[in-house]
C-alpha cells in the first residue's frame, strides 16, 4: 500500500512541477510582425464573397422586406464601395430596426435577431471609423471583415433554422 501512494504522490508532484514551470510568460511579438501578418491577411481578403442561399432560404429571405437593402449595405462593402456608409445615422437606425421588428415567422428567432443585431453592431463602429479614418486604418478593414463574416454567419444561421423548421413542417402533415 506505501508503494502505491509514494507512486501516485511522486506522479501528482512530477504533474504539479510540470505546470508550474509552464506558467512562464510569454514574449510577446513585435508590432511590425503583426503588420507585416496583417498585410498578408488583407491582400487575401481584399474581397469576400458573398454566400449564396439555396431556393428555401431565397423564398423566406423574399418575405423579409428589409433584407434587400441590408444585402445591398453588405454587398456594396465587399466591393470596397463605402459611399453607403455617408448615409445619415437615421437610415442605418430604420433600416437595422425594421429588420429585426419583421423578420418572417419561420426564422423568426432570437438567434436571428441576435446575428442582425451584431451586423448592426458593427456596421455603426464602420461607420465611426469611416467618419474618423476614411477606410485607411487597419481597424476600419478588420472591422470590414467582421461585418462581412457576421453577414455569413446570419445567411448559415437562416439557413439552418428554415431547415429544422421545414422538417418541422413536414413531419407535423
Not at 506505501?2 to 501528482?12: P, R, V
Not at 505546470?19 to 481584399?46: F, G, M, P, R, W
Not at 474618423?132 to 478593414?141: D, G, I, M, V
Amino acid at each position: 500500500m506505501s508503494f502505491n501512494f509514494f507512486f501516485k504522490l511522486s506522479i501528482y508532484l512530477t504533474l504539479f512541477l510540470s505546470l508550474q514551470n509552464c506558467k512562464e510568460k510569454v514574449n510577446h511579438t513585435d508590432n511590425k510582425l503583426y503588420e507585416l501578418i496583417s498585410t498578408e491577411q488583407d491582400a487575401k481578403i481584399s474581397k469576400i464573397v458573398i454566400p449564396k442561399f439555396n431556393k428555401d432560404v431565397e423564398i423566406i429571405l423574399l418575405k423579409w422586406e428589409d433584407f434587400p437593402e441590408l444585402l445591398e449595405l453588405i454587398t456594396n462593402l465587399s466591393d470596397k464601395k463605402y459611399q453607403v456608409l455617408e448615409a445619415s445615422d437615421e437610415t442605418f437606425t430604420d433600416l437595422f430596426s425594421s429588420l429585426v421588428n419583421k423578420v418572417p415567422e419561420i426564422i423568426n428567432k432570437s438567434s436571428i435577431k441576435a446575428r442582425v443585431t451584431v451586423i448592426e453592431t458593427l456596421a455603426y463602429k464602420l461607420k465611426s471609423e469611416y467618419k474618423l479614418n476614411n477606410e485607411k486604418s487597419a481597424e476600419f478593414e478588420n472591422t470590414r471583415v467582421f461585418l462581412l463574416n457576421s453577414f455569413s454567419n446570419l445567411i448559415f444561421q437562416i439557413t439552418k433554422t428554415s431547415e429544422k423548421e421545414l422538417q418541422l413542417i413536414t413531419k407535423s402533415k
